[in-house]
């Protein structure tokens, strides 16, 4: 029986320690029990008769340590404190330890209550199982209630939920990217820092989505984000980055926290500035924009401080030129990526390997994260080269150690001997691999397992493996104008893979296998993602 949170209302503090002890992810299965006592369809099985009494306040589910030790006294006649290293035991798992008391608990049920082996053995292994999870009462109690308090926020208000979770785990990258990645499946959107719209933490903004914190950028410093969000409520937002270095306090707000605000995107909501140009300098000037506008924010506070009268006695501030703006290409999405990785220690607005998502979908059989368990078997694998090593063995040869990271995990490797001779020079820093390989023994060390590549190309090059596309049209579910929107798509995506169409129709049964002469595409993700909003249209790669 499938049930939802909202579907099943707890009535006392059992019901809650009942439904958290029964969790699981996703839709809420609880054993039978539990359902049937709350709709009162059948009576409540316990592990044994003489355990009702203790055991009908948790609907014959063993919950709290206490029922362990309890059981083991009622039971089988254990002492108190033999029923404590009893818990003690099976909370530590310690197998040897175990297997006495099991033959303990065994001879005891048969010596005070007459209880046949089996039963005994079902009883206590009932009583193992729920005691790797068990807590004493007063914790569990505490636990359930905070538990389905979070579920409820969790179920209602999302966005708020995972905002709150992000700030408490600001100072631990790991689980705030473990939690963004939770965002994004729960298709809740995080964007990045603003200085018009974030606070120091995680916060929700008017449109329900995550607005990144302008305290987790590394190297803002707290001071200065704090003078930043003060200013901004008292007077408004900001509709410049000049306006910004008018109203800040420099003496906080200075050149470090200029540059991890730009590189993290704060400023991008100032449209006429892109990020590279801040990092770049009028042609003949050895100052970049950032240095000349607090060069430019110094001087009309110096101003704007002590006003000179003016030739006919009137007091005016002498007005300063804005700096001149530097002409400069953008930086590219991964250029991007890397500066938001350094000053926040992930990605913000994506990922390096999002243009490869074909690639990796179609020709890796195995992510980052599986590797290791996956043995003496060919692996596809694709990644980004965060790190490496060029090093010498004690005879003088070379090797390269270097990791690999993709959407899941990172993963160190090496290449040693021929290897290294072989594929060395596809392994650079911010290099995208296509990569296969085999998890086996490391060589000299039989109980320690690596993965060892043994074919190295360039994610890119692996596109013009792609050789053909189908267009699979579902003939009922064809519009007007739905083979003018596929040439449309056709035309704008040109290159060297042929395309070929099939044309189905379920109702009669018949189909059409067609191809195109007058059209190749190059397949990508924009192809793609073109081809999915047409309805009636699939395609095969």
């Known amino acids: 029986m499938r049930m939802y949170l909202k579907d099943l209302k707890p009535t006392s503090i059992e019901d809650l320690i009942a439904m958290n002890a029964l969790y699981r992810p996703g839709p809420m299965q609880f054993i039978p029990n539990f359902i049937n006592r709350k709709h009162g369809k059948e009576k409540v099985e316990y592990p044994h008769p003489l355990l009702e009494d203790m055991l009908k306040n948790t609907y014959g589910i063993m919950v709290y340590q206490e029922q362990i030790m309890q059981t083991a006294q009622l039971l089988a006649g ?10 003690r035991a099976m909370g530590k798992k310690d197998k040897e330890k175990m297997a006495k008391e099991r033959e303990k608990f065994i001879k005891g049920s048969k010596e005070k209550h007459d209880v046949d082996k089996d039963k005994a053995e079902e009883v206590f292994a009932i009583m193992e199982k729920f005691a790797e999870y068990g807590f004493n009462r007063s914790h569990s109690a505490a636990y359930s209630v905070v538990a389905y308090q979070t579920a409820y926020l969790k179920a209602n208000y999302p966005a708020e939920y995972m905002a709150s979770v992000l700030t408490h785990n600001m100072g631990n990258i790991d689980k705030v990217s473990f939690f963004m990645d939770e965002c994004k499946r729960q298709n809740i959107q995080v964007l990045g820092p603003d200085v018009n719209e974030s606070g120091m933490h995680f916060d929700v903004n008017s449109e329900g989505k ?3 914190g302008l305290g987790a950028i590394k190297g803002s410093g707290e001071a200065a984000v704090e003078s930043i969000i003060s200013e901004r409520n008292e007077n408004g937002p900001y509709t410049s980055i000049f306006d910004f270095v008018q109203r800040v306090n420099l003496r906080t707000v200075n050149k470090k926290t200029f540059e991890c605000l730009a590189y993290g995107g704060a400023f991008d ?6 990020r590279a140009q801040y990092f770049a300098a009028v042609e003949g000037d050895s100052n970049n924009l950032i240095e000349k506008i607090i060069k430019y924010g110094n001087a009309y ?9 003016s030739l006919f006695g009137a007091g005016g501030a002498v007005e300063i030129p804005l700096p001149k703006i530097p002409v400069c290409e953008e930086w590219g999405d991964i250029e991007k990526l890397r500066y938001e990785k350094d000053v926040v220690g992930f990605y913000i607005s994506g990922h390096p390997l999002d243009q490869f998502k074909l690639e990796l979908e179609k020709f890796c059989n195995c992510t980052l994260d599986k590797v290791m368990e996956t043995r003496n078997k060919d692996l596809s694998i694709a990644g980004i080269v965060t790190k ?24 160190e490797m090496a290449l040693f001997g021929e290897d290294f001779l072989k594929l060395g020079h596809w392994i650079k820093p911010g290099e995208f691999l296509f990569i296969k390989g085999k998890v086996q023994q490391r060589y000299r060390d039989s109980d ?25 049209i579902s003939l009922p579910l064809v519009k007007p104008d739905t083979v003018q929107k596929i040439e449309q798509v056709l035309v704008d995506c040109k290159g060297g893979c042929e395309v070929r169409f099939f044309f189905t129709d379920t109702y009669e049964n018949i189909s059409l296998e067609m191809y195109s002469k007058k059209y190749k595409v190059e397949v990508n993700n924009a192809l793609i993602d073109r081809l999915k909003v047409i309805e009636g249209v699939d395609y095969k790669i």
């Open 78 to 87: 254990y002492s108190l404190g033999g029923a404590d290293l009893l818990r």
């Open 210 to 212: 995550i607005r990144f």
């Open 269 to 274: 909501g100032f449209k006429n500035i892109h």
């Open 301 to 309: 506070r110096t101003e704007k401080a002590a006003p000179q009268a």
């Open 388 to 411: 490496t090593a060029v090093r010498q063995t004690k005879q003088g040869k070379s090797f390269v150690i270097f990791s690999i990271e993709d959407y899941n995990d990172t993963i």
């Open 448 to 472: 320690q397992w690596e993965f060892k590549p043994h074919h190295i190309e360039l994610l890119a090059d692996v596109k013009s493996k792609f050789k053909k596309i189908e267009l699979n």
